[in-house]
Each structure stands twice: as structure tokens, then as C-alpha cells.
């Protein structure tokens, strides 16, 4: 899967969790996981995420309509310009009530856009991963 994609089809996303380190500052918990993901990236594609397509969400929404960036991801991925998001866990991606759960799925499910994290590589056209995400 991953192979025919190229680095700038690719976008990262960001955002602090509840279950990071309360001790971190948001700014700390996104430049750690971006070193992470970098990294990810360079080993899996050969090069960085270049800037312009990292995300990074420094609000605290329950919803999508609470979270600018990922209504700004969302509107990419319905473009088709991107073939994968790259994460550093798929709950990062999800917030709030079992309707923008949906919302999300369908978007990468339709838009049939890769949730790339460093262990797996999600396919949610795919039913098991789909189940499994």
C-alpha cells in the first residue's frame, strides 16, 4: 500500500491526548510526537513531512466543529489530494460523540486515505480495519 505513495501526499496530524503526560505542555506532547512520526516518515518514505502539510491542533474540542484543524483536515481529504494522514495513534483523530466518529470513518473510508500510524497502516475501506480502528 504504502509504496506508491510520495511524501507530499501525505499529511501529519497533531494533537494532545488526555492520556498524555499531564505534565507536558501541548507544545512538549506535539514535538514529541512529531520527532516520532518524522522519523516514521523517513524511514517509511524516504524524507520529512514537509511543513506545510503538518497539523497541528492546539484546542481543546469535543467536537469537530470545536477543532479548526481538523475541519481544514477533513476538507483535504475530501480534495483527494491526500493519500494518507499520519498519526501518532488513531484516537488522535477521533473526539467527541459516535456521530463525528462516523464522520471521520467515512471521510478516510471514502476518500479511501490511509491512517498511517508507526505500528500499523489503517485501510478503512477495509471492513476489518475499519472494525479494528
Not at 69 to 76: A, E, F, G, I, N
Not at 86 to 96: A, F
Request: with cysteine.
Amino acid at each position: 500500500m504504502q509504496e506508491n505513495i510520495s511524501i507530499n501526499q501525505i499529511i501529519m496530524y497533531l494533537r494532545k491526548s488526555r492520556s498524555d503526560d499531564p505534565c507536558m505542555t501541548v507544545e512538549e506532547v506535539l514535538a514529541r510526537h512529531e520527532r516520532q512520526l518524522q522519523d516514521y516518515a523517513v524511514a517509511s518514505f524516504g524524507s520529512p513531512v514537509p511543513e506545510h502539510h503538518i497539523f497541528r491542533e492546539v484546542v481543546s474540542g469535543e467536537t469537530i466543529a470545536d477543532r479548526p484543524v481538523m475541519r481544514q483536515l477533513m476538507h483535504l481529504l475530501e480534495s483527494g489530494s491526500v493519500r494518507g494522514v499520519l498519526v501518532i495513534e488513531p484516537q488522535r483523530l477521533s473526539r467527541g460523540d459516535l456521530e463525528d466518529c462516523g464522520r471521520i470513518i467515512n471521510a478516510f473510508r471514502y476518500t479511501n486515505t490511509l491512517v498511517l500510524t508507526p505500528p500499523k497502516t489503517y485501510d478503512l475501506s477495509d471492513e476489518y480495519d475499519r472494525k479494528f480502528f
